[in-house]
């Protein structure tokens, strides 16, 4: 009998030390997570760090999450990203914790680390404009340009008010893909929208200066003795319009060649002239005028895919990528310019690219067979 009431005794202490470490435990958190709120990071990780060794299971999670935001904001990225995965072993379907461990990695350079978690965390959720900024950060990161581009395209289709967005399009547009004009427009947007305290609109500021000096050096110069009448020009394609509409083409295209005479820089007769060429498959002449064109209004979508869909006819792909760049990066709710940009990667030998492509022309397409035949196609190329 005094042995069983030694036994009942030691098993009473037990619990109440139980009882007690996990009030410590808890009151531990309290103030850890009231010195995160304040700020006070050395002291969150100190108590956090003590809330762990004894916490209730239900309350495990929330400590070591916390913990590693303590750690995270003392740039102590080895015990922040132990205690983040700690919290997502506990947690698996936290995304949180995930986008803190894929920003880790993000901040190491661990790029296909980053993507990959990125990636986790976005799945079965609708479309996150903060998260897809990021996982273009890594992807841009690890090379995989066109996946950022998409990325950040996505990115402002979910939030066109997330500014961030557009700061890292221009600086994409600038100095991955030569756009200049279109970087400049990117950067204009971000720094009417951005936060007057935010570093990077000093950047975008001298970006735009930087980039509109290049733009004007590179302006298509006007010939030497070129003459223009373009109120004659405008009579002319009008009467092109007309006489095309009447099924009467020579005189149409006569009409434009005159109009094109009149005015060198009418891009109108420039563009109605290549579809003229394209009819009767004089398709190398029909490059040119729309290269003209495309020189003249760099920014009108349906000339530069129309110049395109040219280039691709005579398998130029080089020309055709360019053009369907700047159509995208005009109208980046132009379904078929990543249609066409997946087939011009493809023959580029860049297959993982053209996934990239073909899975953004799903996204925007309506139903259909020619949807449904690039999502079989995106399926069956390596992914980035």
């Known amino acids: 009998m005094r042995t069983r009431c030694v036994g009942i005794g030691l098993l009473a202490g037990l619990l109440l030390a139980g009882g007690c470490s996990q009030w410590i435990s808890k009151r531990a958190m309290e103030r850890g997570l009231l010195a995160l709120r304040q700020g006070d990071f050395p002291t969150a990780v100190k108590q956090l760090d003590k809330a762990s060794h004894h916490a209730k299971e239900t309350d495990a999670p929330t400590v070591y999450y916390n913990l590693g935001i303590a750690h995270f904001n003392l740039n102590e990225l080895d015990p922040a990203l132990k205690a983040f995965r700690t ?3 506990l947690a698996p379907s936290d995304r949180e914790t995930m986008v803190y461990i894929g920003n880790i990695h993000l ?27 990021a996982l273009a950060q890594a992807a841009n990161g690890a090379g995989h340009v066109d996946e950022a581009r998409v990325d950040l395209i996505r990115a402002l289709h979910a ?9 890292d399009l221009g600086e994409l547009y600038a100095g991955k893909y030569m756009l200049p004009a279109e970087a400049v427009e990117n950067f204009e947007i971000f720094v009417r929208m951005a936060d007057p305290k935010d570093p990077h609109i000093t950047k975008a500021k001298a970006g735009i200066l930087r980039l509109k000096n290049v733009i004007g050096r590179f302006a298509p110069p006007m010939p030497a003795g070129m003459k223009r009448d373009p109120a004659v020009a405008v009579k002319l394609t009008a009467e092109g319009d007309r006489q095309r509409a009447a099924h009467q083409a020579a005189k149409a295209e006569k009409a434009y060649r005159d109009a094109l005479a ?20 004089a398709n190398p002449e029909a490059l040119k005028l729309l290269v003209r064109a495309t020189a003249i209004e760099p920014a009108h979508p349906a000339t530069l895919f129309e110049c395109a869909q040219t280039a691709l006819v005579l398998k130029d792909y080089a020309t055709a990528g360019r053009m369907l760049d700047r159509v995208i990066a005009c109208s980046p709710e132009h379904a078929l310019a990543y249609a066409s940009l997946a087939v011009v990667r493809q023959a580029q030998g860049h297959p993982d690219q053209a996934r990239v492509y073909a899975e953004q022309y799903v996204r925007l397409a309506p139903p259909g067979a020619d949807r449904d035949r690039f999502e079989a196609w995106a399926r069956s190329l390596p992914q980035p």
């Open 159 to 167: 939030d066109r008010t997330y500014a961030t967005a557009f700061y």
């Open 87 to 89: 919290a997502l072993e």
């Open 107 to 133: 901040k190491r350079q661990e790029w296909s680390e980053a993507i990959g978690m990125f990636e986790r965390a976005g799945q079965g959720r609708p479309p996150d404009a903060q998260l897809l900024s």
């Open 262 to 281: 009149a005015d060198p820089l009418c891009q109108d007769a420039l563009y109605n002239l290549a579809l003229f060429a394209r009819g009767r498959n």
